[in-house]
């Protein structure tokens, strides 16, 4: 958003600048504070919980969910392209054929040259898209030597969390916890409704982190949107996805997987610290189960 903020003002200068309107410089200048401050009050700089008519994507957080903005607005220009196209000669040839316009119609039926570009032209345009599909679809796949292993275990309807890197408890369970959601009429200000839980997941930033999802009971799904992360939860199974989170901050998302009659009641919540809180978090963690 700052990014975009600051594009247009450079323009605005540019375009004092060409006019030679020194008041405009000046007014711009203010307009410029002017919505600095606003964005300061309101704190918009990222969006990383749903929102009400919220359109498009939540603010990346993650490499992996840069990529996928960046595939779809890639789409978005073949899909614009298209669209305009197919209009246009849905256009044309309703204009065309008007038999007011062209009584006595060309009777041909068949052309090479027009077979062979609509078969050649679409082929191209799927490899272009195919190809930094592809690459994207590798990419998400791939786990760096993680250095931390975090656990989500999905419950009817809660979720439960272990990082089993640490010390473990006599019978070899590891440090976990159940994460519910906060109740409508429990909430204090600030927390968001359907959205807040009671413990939330604290990770590092800048840290390569595996993520192990899996079910107690049914199908459930630990989905994260700026993270781009949407993993199946399977009974019996661990499914694994890898995170590198690049900012602090607190994220939002939703079990994606219908699982019942409470399956919009069981939200996630990560908080994305720097690596000295995170381990200052898992020690009083650690502290608390006296291992
Ligand atoms: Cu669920």
Redesign the pocket.
């Known amino acids: 958003m700052f990014i975009s903020y600051s594009h247009y003002l450079i323009n605005c200068f540019i375009l004092c600048d060409l006019f030679h309107h020194k008041d405009l410089i000046i007014l711009t200048y203010m307009n410029f504070q002017l919505i600095a401050l606003f964005f300061l009050i309101f704190n918009f700089s990222h969006l990383d919980a749903a929102e009400n008519w919220a359109l498009s994507f939540q603010d990346p957080a993650t490499p992996i969910m840069e990529g996928i903005i960046n595939f779809h607005n890639h789409i978005m220009t073949f899909l614009t392209v298209i669209v305009v196209l197919v209009a246009w000669l849905m256009y044309r040839a309703i204009v065309l054929f008007d038999e007011n316009v062209h009584p006595t119609p060309i009777k041909f039926t068949h052309s090479t040259p027009l077979e062979i570009f609509w078969t050649v032209v679409p082929a191209i345009v799927l490899l272009f898209i195919a190809i930094p599909s592809f690459a994207l679809l590798y990419s998400m796949d791939e786990l760096i030597d993680p250095t931390i292993t975090l656990k989500a275990v999905?419950h009817?309807?809660y979720w439960s969390y272990e990082f089993s890197d640490y010390a473990t408890l006599e019978g070899g369970e590891s440090l976990n916890y159940d994460s519910y959601m906060i109740p409508e009429d429990d909430l204090t200000g600030g927390n968001l409704r359907l959205l807040e839980v009671d413990n939330r997941v604290v990770l590092p930033v800048q840290t390569h982190i595996r993520v192990l999802v899996t079910s107690a009971d049914v199908l459930?799904?630990w989905a994260v949107p700026s993270f781009g992360v949407k993993v199946d939860a399977c009974p019996g199974r661990l499914n694994q996805t890898s995170l590198f989170i690049k900012r602090e901050g607190t994220y939002f998302g939703q079990?994606s997987?219908i699982?019942?009659v409470n399956?919009g009641f069981?939200p996630i919540v990560v908080e994305a610290v720097s690596l000295n809180n995170y381990v200052t978090w898992i020690a009083n963690k650690l502290d608390g189960l006296e291992i």
């Open positions: 999905g009817q309807w459930h799904s079990c997987e699982c019942g399956h069981m």
